[in-house]
């Protein structure tokens, strides 16, 4: 149960885990809320289910329109968005990695509306003064994060590997994370730019030789000199992760991976050009079934790579461009002098650093542009280095080092006994957020650290929370 009502409480998801929960309580802690955790199964009373099976009655006419585009992330009840989420836990949670408008969509949708009451009832009945997540894509999350909007409430969300970076929620994307548009500016600001400028050429520099070091999260580079001559004078898809976020940044013109795949390939199918997809190099094993049915389904209009292969050695073979939504790559090709077609918007869109299409017409032209032979100019190297300069160091000075999140490093894992350092991020936190040395560094390291301070999160009165955000 939630507090009692005369105490501000801190609206939080329900997590048990080994480094969540503790920098959850430390926050609220910190600012004297009572932590009030969402049930991970909530009971919802008949009257509730009742209310929510009319009023997704009454939104059928409005849903039947959406799958006509098969896209049912802009579905809105009483002015806040439920189809985003619905899409990205959809996909999530899937084994085709896309959304249905089946009886299980219908479900969701129906899961989403009670959501919906849910939150409203507990901003009213609680004394909510601070909404903190950890993924606005989650159902609950978004539509809390929006009521808490049009209650002036502040909407946090905490980001994260082996450091913490607290986000207010933006409404215009629907996400939590930085205004990258405004990164051009602020880079011009930044204390020591030209040596950070420097540094962040040389991460680039490695990283189309095949050296991702500085990407924690991606595997080691294992170059081979395999099928080279099947790749020359080609036009190449970065696959992303099907079950990855598609709408993280906001902005994506598609709603999945899926799409964005199929609609490219059938694009490009209708010109004479050689089409190589390149395998995401982190992808999880689920991935492998969606990736076997593409095989089949392409199996005579698209060359597979399923080598790693560094961006350089792609540029020496001739490419003609590189298709992403909101890859690494972005950078990456065109710091190597590689045109870049982007299909969302990513943490490098404040620079003039790819081609990015911010509708399907647009998509469809840079489509028709390479088809036809019309070779588009790579974007200034400059603009890569800048951009992945403002995306790696912007906020280095608010960052907390050192506190895990949803990742740990090496040295804490092995100092923490847990064997042999997984490759894979999520092989790792299979086993690091329910491990209780990990639990027992996490509180004796946090005892004395003031999380909220140091994140900048505060208690904010409502007219100070809006015209400071």
């Known amino acids: 149960m939630c507090g009692m009502k005369k105490n501000k409480e801190c609206l939080t998801p329900f997590w048990n885990s080994s480094t969540h929960d503790v920098v959850i309580n430390n926050i609220c802690h910190s600012l004297g809320y009572k932590r009030c955790s969402l049930s991970v199964d909530p009971n919802y009373a008949w009257q509730d289910l009742i209310i929510s099976l009319l009023v997704l009655f009454l939104y059928i006419p409005k849903i039947l329109v959406l799958s006509l585009r098969d896209d049912i992330r802009k579905l809105k009840i009483f002015d806040v968005n439920i189809g985003r989420s619905i899409n990205e836990e959809s996909i999530a949670g899937s084994k085709s990695a896309v959304f249905k408008f089946n009886i299980v969509g219908y479900k969701k949708i129906l899961r989403a509306i009670l959501y919906y009451f849910q939150m409203?009832?507990?901003i009213h009945n609680n004394k909510i003064g601070l909404i903190l997540g950890g993924d606005e894509a989650y159902m609950e999350m978004s539509i809390a994060a929006q009521l808490a909007e049009k209650k002036k409430i502040p909407a946090v969300f905490l980001k994260g590997g082996t450091i913490i970076k607290a986000f207010f929620y933006n409404s215009e994307y629907m996400n939590a994370f930085?205004?990258?548009?405004?990164?051009?500016?602020?880079?011009?600001?930044?204390k020591d730019k030209e040596n950070l400028v420097k540094k962040a050429g040389?991460?680039?520099?490695?990283?189309?030789?095949?050296?991702?070091?500085?990407?924690?999260?991606?595997?080691?580079?294992?170059?081979?000199?395999?099928?080279?001559?099947?790749y020359l004078s080609a036009v190449w898809i970065f696959l992303h992760d099907f079950y990855d976020s598609p709408g993280i940044y906001g902005g994506n013109i598609f709603q999945s991976h899926c799409h964005w795949l199929e609609y490219t390939i059938k694009a490009l199918e209708r010109y004479d050009v050689k089409v190589v997809i390149k395998r995401h190099p982190n992808e999880r094993p689920v991935n492998i079934q969606i990736i076997e049915n593409y095989k089949k389904r392409y199996k005579n209009s698209v060359v597979w790579c399923e080598e790693d292969i560094s961006i350089n050695r792609i540029k020496h073979l001739q490419c003609k461009a590189i298709f992403t939504v909101y890859g690494t790559v972005i950078t990456e090709g065109t710091y190597s002098g590689i045109p870049v077609i982007a299909?969302?918007?990513?943490?490098?869109?404040?620079?003039?650093?790819?081609?990015?299409?911010?509708?399907?017409?647009?998509?469809?032209?840079?489509?028709?542009?390479?088809?036809?032979?019309?070779?588009?100019?790579?974007?200034?190297?400059?603009?890569?280095?800048?951009?992945?300069?403002?995306?790696?160091?912007?906020?280095?000075?608010?960052?907390?080092?050192?506190?895990?999140?949803?990742?740990?490093?090496?040295?804490?894992?092995?100092?923490?006994?847990?064997g042999v350092y997984p490759e894979?991020?999520?092989?790792?936190?299979?086993?690091?957020?329910?491990?209780?040395?990990?639990?027992?560094?996490?509180?004796?390291?946090?005892?004395?650290?003031?999380?909220?301070?140091?994140?900048?999160?505060?208690k904010y009165s409502h007219s100070e929370y809006w015209g400071n955000r």
């Open 120 to 122: 409203k009832k507990k």
């Open 178 to 190: 930085p205004l990258y548009e405004n990164y051009p500016d602020m880079l011009n600001q930044l």
């Open 202 to 230: 040389d991460m680039l520099e490695d990283r189309v030789d095949g050296n991702r070091s500085s990407l924690q999260y991606m595997p080691k580079y294992d170059s081979s000199k395999e099928h080279q001559n099947l």
């Open 343 to 418: 299909a969302g918007r990513s943490p490098y869109s404040g620079f003039d650093v790819c081609y990015r299409a911010t509708n399907i017409k647009e998509y469809r032209e840079y489509i028709h542009q390479i088809g036809i032979g019309y070779n588009l100019k790579p974007k200034r190297k400059e603009a890569a280095i800048n951009a992945e300069c403002a995306n790696r160091f912007m906020d280095v000075p608010n960052f907390l080092l050192d506190i895990p999140y949803d990742d740990i490093s090496k040295d804490l894992w092995e100092s923490c006994g847990l």
């Open 424 to 458: 894979h991020n999520y092989e790792r936190r299979k086993i690091f957020l329910k491990n209780k040395n990990i639990l027992n560094y996490m509180e004796n390291h946090l005892q004395n650290i003031d999380l909220a301070s140091k994140l900048g999160i505060k």
